[in-house]
T-cell receptor, first 110, second 114 residues
Framework: DAKTTQPNSMESNEEEPVHLPCNHS???????IHWYRQLPSQGPEYVIH???SNVNNRMASLAIAEDRKSSTLILHRATLRDAAVYYC???????????FGPGTRLSVLP | DGGITQSPKYLFRKEGQNVTLSCEQN?????MYWYRQDPGQGLRLIYY???????QKGDIAEGYSVSREKKESFPLTVTSAQKNPTAFYLC?????????????FGQGTRLTVV
């Protein structure tokens, strides 16, 4: 599985948008971009995933660069419950395992 | 409700003992995974299984063993050969069929060697 690079930590104010970046310069044409988040002492939970086009769901939006070498997870209005570690992961059609990096620790300030 | 269940939530083990962590899913998922997480670190893959009676080693399989006798169950045994077993263990499952499917995770088992 290809590697991703994320900032170690980010900070946001409550009710403001948050843009979490992810670089994946070695992404292949069949790799999907997945985002998960993990609250303290809990298992990761799915946030969103996409292949080429931008994606929206009730939790977040995923903006994918045209060359697919980077992507951004967008939380439109951060809440205190969004404070978590966010993982950006690439997954291809052949590999059945998810490879997790250290992720980005998001702090949300009231 | 469908989901993935890990038990127990907390587990204490004496040095030299084997211990088995349970993972059950009722999502009809084909693939199941075990990860280990140390404090402040990401998840590292121990074992994964794509179908019943078949499993593959991940990055840190030494000192661990698994079985996949039923589609719903993927227990992990931490053996006495694992030198530093104290960690947070997470089980996950996905449907078969490629990279567009999301993974579901259990709530984890925190293992402490005493």
């Amino acid at each position: 599985d290809a590697k991703t690079t994320q900032p170690n930590s980010m900070e946001s104010n409550e009710e403001e948008p948050v843009h979490l970046p992810c670089n994946h310069s070695t992404i292949s044409g069949t790799d999907y971009i997945h985002w998960y988040r993990q609250l303290p002492s809990q298992g990761p939970e799915y946030v969103i995933h996409g292949l080429t086009s931008n994606v929206n769901n009730r939790m977040a939006s995923l903006a994918i660069a045209e060359d697919r070498k980077s992507s951004t997870l967008i939380l439109h209005r951060a809440t205190l419950r969004d404070a978590a570690v966010y993982y950006c992961i690439l997954r291809d059609n052949y590999g059945q395992n998810f490879v997790f990096g250290p992720g980005t620790r998001l702090s949300v300030l009231p | 409700d469908g989901g993935i269940t890990q038990s127990p939530k907390y587990l204490f083990r004496k040095e030299g003992q084997n211990v088995t962590l349970s993972c059950e899913q009722n999502l009809n998922h084909d693939a199941m995974y075990w990860y280990r997480q140390d404090p402040g670190q990401g998840l590292r893959l121990i074992y994964y299984s794509q179908i019943v009676n078949d499993f593959q080693k991940g990055d840190i399989a030494e000192g661990y063993s698994v079985s996949r006798e039923k589609k719903e169950s993927f227990p992990l045994t931490v053996t006495s050969a694992q030198k530093n077993p104290t960690a947070f263990y997470l089980c996950a499952s996905t449907a078969w069929g490629g990279s567009g499917t999301e993974a579901f995770f259990g709530q984890g088992t925190r293992l402490t060697v005493v």
